[in-house]
Nanobody, 124 residues
Framework: QVQLEESGGGLVQAGGSLRLSCALSGRTFWLYTMAWFRQAPGKEREFVAGIDRDGVSTEYAGSVKGRFTVSRDNAKNTVYLLMNSLKPEDTGVYYC?????????????????WGQGTQVTVSS
């Protein structure tokens, strides 16, 4: 059974940075395309960024492109999300997700495994 555990969330001022980490256990990490989603209070969960198995192909939501960077270390079974120039509208619970699909998808329906989430709060 795949288990995902996020870490690295917290409270940061606008303009600051955070790096989220997500460790996968229970299966072979490199078989999974990985993604980050977020959910703000009262809103639906939305795609933030994703990376394919080899780390060659990445996708970003338009609202974070140029500020966030997704990466993975297959030797450490971990995917990262580096978030720079944070804005108050980036506030939410950030979730890590995994799929055996070959490509990065932006729909939550395509992902089979989810972490518990980590809170990111950006103050103005």
């Amino acid at each position: 059974q795949v288990q995902l555990e996020e870490s690295g969330g917290g409270l940061v001022q606008a303009g600051g940075s955070l790096r989220l980490s997500c460790a996968l256990s229970g299966r072979t990490f490199w078989l999974y395309t990985m993604a980050w989603f977020r959910q703000a209070p009262g809103k639906e969960r939305e795609f933030v960024a994703g990376i394919d198995r080899d780390g060659v192909s990445t996708e970003y939501a338009g609202s974070v492109k140029g500020r966030f960077t997704v990466s993975r270390d297959n030797a450490k079974n971990t995917v990262y999300l580096l978030m720079n120039s944070l804005k108050p509208e980036d506030t939410g619970v950030y979730y890590c997700a995994a799929t055996r699909a070959l490509y990065v998808y932006t729909s939550t329906d395509e992902y089979d495994y989810w972490g518990q989430g980590t809170q990111v709060t950006v103050s103005s």
